[in-house]
């Protein structure tokens, strides 16, 4: 049962780890095929925000839970 | 005494007051920059009855002196300043130019924080490929035997690098079409990172199996 605890934890890290996209790197892409402007907007408001969220699945997988 | 003399050519005349201000300001506050400096590197070893040991001023002069040799090698020797321009043409052949050296320095820095600087409009791609050749780089150094194993903690992450980051993220951001696409944006952000975050937790019990991500690449052991 520990076993599982543990396995299901670092999923959960790697999960944050690649979950989090980062903001340039989309926005880069994005023009390089030429998304519409609107997508952009929503893609670029979303990697702001989402590294919120990675850090909170980090923090609840972090061992000193 | 000289530097003053001479910065006051690169000035128009009515200039050459104030650089010769900027460059004594300079020369003061690195003085001073340069005494705390020596201050924190000779703080990391424990002192001994108030005194702290030769080691540590060893290593703080050796320091300064490393980087003062450094200094004097990129003004002496221009085939280094070519050196390192042509390596930079060679990760930006498309929009460098060869007096970039501003771009260069910021160039370092994206390639340690793994983000580019918005300091170029319109230059995203080619930051972006420029990037790829330097994780790439730092992949195959880590393989290369001998070089030690640096270790980061995560707080400086946390606090230093990741503080500034967000806030040229969110200052580039345009918060009108931030506003308009709020829904759109929370649900990805929230909804759908929780949700890769689970089905990757999920599914990596099968794909990498045996293998504890938070071993060695994240915190210590416990």
Redesign the interface.
């Given at each position: 049962m520990g076993f599982c605890r543990?396995?299901?934890?670092?999923?959960?890290?790697?999960?944050?780890?690649?979950?989090?996209t980062?903001?340039?790197?989309a926005?880069?892409?994005a023009?390089?095929i030429g998304l519409p402007r609107?997508i952009v907007?929503?893609l670029?408001?979303?990697?702001?925000?989402?590294?919120?969220?990675?850090?909170l699945?980090l923090e609840f997988?972090?061992?000193s839970w | 005494m000289l530097s003053f003399a001479v910065i006051a050519d690169y000035f128009p005349k009515e200039f050459a007051a104030r650089a010769n201000g900027a460059l004594n300001l300079l020369h003061f506050g690195w003085a001073f920059t340069m005494q705390y400096g020596i201050g924190l590197v000779v703080e990391q070893w424990p002192s001994q009855d108030g005194h702290y040991p030769v080691a540590a001023y060893q290593a703080a002069f050796g320091l300064s002196l490393a980087l003062q040799a450094a200094t004097l090698t990129w003004f002496a020797v221009p085939w280094l300043r070519s050196f390192v321009r042509q390596l930079y043409l060679l990760f930006a052949p498309r929009h460098a130019g060869p007096d970039d050296q501003l771009t260069l320095v910021a160039t370092a820095a994206e390639g340690a924080s793994l983000r580019p600087l918005k300091v170029w409009n319109g230059e995203t791609n080619a930051v972006a490929d420029r990037r790829i050749v330097l994780v790439i780089a730092g992949l195959l150094l880590s393989f290369v035997p001998g070089i030690p194993n640096v270790s980061l903690n995560p707080d400086v992450i946390f606090l230093v690098v990741l503080p500034p980051l967000l806030y040229s993220a969110a200052w580039v951001t345009s918060w009108r079409e931030f506003k308009f696409n709020l829904v759109s944006i929370c649900m990805l952000a929230f909804g759908l990172v929780g949700f890769t975050v689970a089905g990757v937790a999920a599914t990596s019990k099968w794909v990498f199996a045996g293998f504890d991500w938070r071993l060695g690449s994240f915190w210590e052991p416990w």
């Open positions: 543990i396995r299901l934890a670092a999923g959960i890290v790697l999960g944050a780890v690649v979950a989090t980062d903001a340039i790197a926005t880069a892409i023009k390089r609107r907007d929503i670029e408001g979303e990697s702001l925000v989402n590294d919120a969220t990675g850090l699945a997988a972090s061992p | -």
